[in-house]
């Protein structure tokens, strides 16, 4: 079957193949509507662009690489739609990268997710890179690094680079300054990894700094560190919550809204009434925490990928004279469990 090209476009609308070529790079010198027409013939045509031709002509491979630790948690998922969103609107590819650095206590190993970021920034296949991995280690080797291409950092703050943040440390602060004010002392705190993962220390430092400002005694005993940030792990913690006999009456899950849903249904297949025998807060505003009626903070990552997506193509056109730094607060989305 015969490719089509460039020139099969502009025949069939009676157009110059210049015309065709601008209007498919969305150049806003194309009248908007020639433009629409253009992208809908060739969309009808089949139209696919040569990008190794376009690439060994121009330098630029109009793709955009995504470094994630792994693709199937919630924020992965989350991210990644939201930078989806942002490419639709553009000319540009989106090449995902992954490898996991999320291991189980114990493990000293940073992870394969930097070495994928090194093949995205040295294999030359992509124009930016968009980094997000959680680990303290890898974000020091990035501090270290000569990079030849923009970098956009998710949860990160490093050097020059450009970068989306959200405010965890206010996060770790308000959900437990809410849950403070609910009358709750003896509040449990679930938690990442906060020793290794940079977003997971800032809340539970907001965690400390709420129990200081309110005269409560900061308890290691009342800390449980999960390291997948899954379902099932939830239920495993509110097992290990029971177990402990340190009579908790409010939960602050800032690992996450998938763990605070196996918090909670472990919670009614125990006998435990949430929010009668003790409050749930949780972090992300997951779509089902709506059915359930959990209370959470909200997150909105679908926004940080599009964001990041943006800046990652303005810095690959060298649009951005000065670090972007982008850094979103959250709010707590009250419902039934707290």
């Not at 998922?77 to 939201?82: A, N, Q, V």
């Amino acid at each position: 079957m015969k490719k089509t090209t460039i020139k099969d476009i502009a025949k069939k609308l009676g157009l110059v193949h210049s015309t065709v070529s601008k209007a498919l790079k969305n150049d806003p010198l194309i009248n908007i509507k020639t433009r629409e027409l253009i992208v809908k013939t060739a969309r009808e045509m089949n139209y696919f662009p040569n990008l190794p031709a376009r690439s060994l002509k121009t330098g630029k491979t109009h793709t955009i690489g995504f470094v994630l630790p792994e693709f199937g948690s919630l924020f992965a998922m989350e991210i990644l739609k939201g930078a989806e969103q942002a490419r639709q609107e553009t000319n540009y590819s989106l090449h995902a990268f992954t490898g996991s650095d999320i291991f189980p206590e114990g493990t000293k190993e940073i992870g394969a997710t930097y070495y994928a970021f090194e093949r995205a920034i040295n294999e030359s296949r992509v124009d930016a890179v968009i980094y997000s991995s959680p680990m303290i280690q890898s974000m020091e080797k990035i501090r270290k690094m000569k990079a030849g291409k923009p970098i956009v950092l998710v949860e990160a703050r490093i050097g020059s680079y450009n970068c989306i943040n959200f405010n965890n440390r206010m996060s770790g602060f308000i959900s437990t300054e809410y849950l403070i004010k609910k009358k709750k002392k003896n509040i449990a705190f679930v938690v990442g990894p906060y020793e290794s993962i940079l977003s997971a220390r800032e809340r539970f430092e907001g965690y400390k700094e709420a129990l200081n400002k309110y005269g409560l005694e900061y308890d290691e005993k009342n800390i449980f560190v999960i390291y997948l940030h899954y379902y099932r792990e939830g239920q495993e913690i509110m097992e290990r919550i029971l177990k402990s006999n340190r009579k908790f009456d409010a939960i602050n899950c800032a690992a996450g809204d998938a763990v605070a849903f196996g918090i909670y249904n472990e919670a009614r297949k125990l006998g435990v009434d949430i929010p009668g025998d003790m409050l749930l807060i949780g972090h992300d505003n997951h779509e089902v925490a709506e059915v359930i009626e959990l209370t959470t903070i909200e997150q909105p990552m679908a926004e940080m990928g599009r964001k990041a997506f943006e800046i990652a193509v303005q810095a690959a056109e060298g649009k951005i004279k000065k670090r972007q730094e982008v850094e979103i607060q959250p709010k707590i989305i009250v419902r039934k469990t707290a």
